[in-house]
């Protein structure tokens, strides 16, 4: 059995007990070769993400928004994919935790916001009206730096108006910095931006951020479309969200939708716009560039 010096050891230590409260399964857990391995992920996306933004490994991908009146695309979400050469695809769910940690989120998500940008100046320079593209901020932005002017000047060096940038926020942001975050929204909706509060439904949800912050759209967590055959409560909960959601003056998405039953259930019970597999899943540069010009003008 290898041995450690006391350092070492406590260094090892510590590696594993973040790797179980990641996890979140365990009370003990034992310096193994999983907890090496994730240590050793940790540190790399810790210490390579500039390279990853500036050698392109960093990429936004794009998932359509459908509109339930029409069936037509209104909107896209960009998401953040890392496809590093060394290691294949970094999963969201690995590399998203380990930035906000380190407080380097901010830099992924400005890469995405300049991305999604980008593509909208070229779609607008081809004489093509590419549908508005939300992108998601993590409450670390509203401290690492200051979000509205990054996000401003990134709007004006490719010309954009704030009607093509929708912003997206969780519950849970919102809830851990209220009185910051609502002055910096304000002066986004001033601006011109929407503001969507994203994964409602999934755990801090409170019906009174709705009179205390600006929001336009509200997204329904995918948490609350799984195993709608087995947990008919599901569907219960949904409606009764609808039916509350649609006293205020915002539109309604449902997110994470992956079969028709959801889909046609959503679409009887009044939701704005649907967003998941049963449609599309997140896409690449060039496999989107190929669905806008199939179908022309969104």
Known sequence: QELYDGAEALD?????????????????????????????????????????????W????????????????????????????????????????????SRQIYLLDLEI???AAALLR???????????ISVNLSRI???????????????????????????????????AHPVQMKAVLNRFRAAGYEIWLDDFGSGYSSMSVLAR??????????????NPYRDIDNFLIVDGLLDILHHFPVQIVAEGVEDETVAEHMRQHGCDMIQGFYYYRPM???EFQRLIAEQGEC
Request: one cysteine or more; a negative charge; charged letters at 30%.
């Open 113 to 115: 916001v300049r991305q």
């Open 213 to 226: 912050v600006p929001i336009d759209i509200i997204k329904l967590d995918r948490s609350l479309f799984q």
């Open 12 to 56: 090892k230590a510590r590696w594993a007990l973040t790797y179980m409260e990641r996890q979140g399964t365990e009370f003990i857990q034992v310096y193994n070769r999983e907890v090496e391995t994730f240590y050793q992920t940790r540190e790399y996306i810790r210490s390579h993400l500039k390279e990853a933004i500036r050698n392109g």
């Open 141 to 175: 932005d509203f401290q690492a730096c200051d979000i509205f002017e990054e996000i401003e000047a990134i709007r004006k060096e490719y010309r954009l108006g704030p009607e093509h940038l929708y912003l997206e926020i969780t519950e849970s942001a919102l809830a």
């Open 58 to 101: 960093i990429q936004a991908y794009l998932q359509p928004q459908i509109r339930n009146i029409t069936g037509e695309i209104c909107s896209f979400e960009a998401l953040a994919r890392w496809i590093d050469p060394e290691r294949g695809i970094i999963s969201p769910g690995e590399f998203i935790p380990i930035l906000e940690e």
């Open 122 to 132: 070229k779609g607008l320079d081809k004489g093509r009206e590419i549908p508005g």
């Open 284 to 286: 690449p540069m060039d």
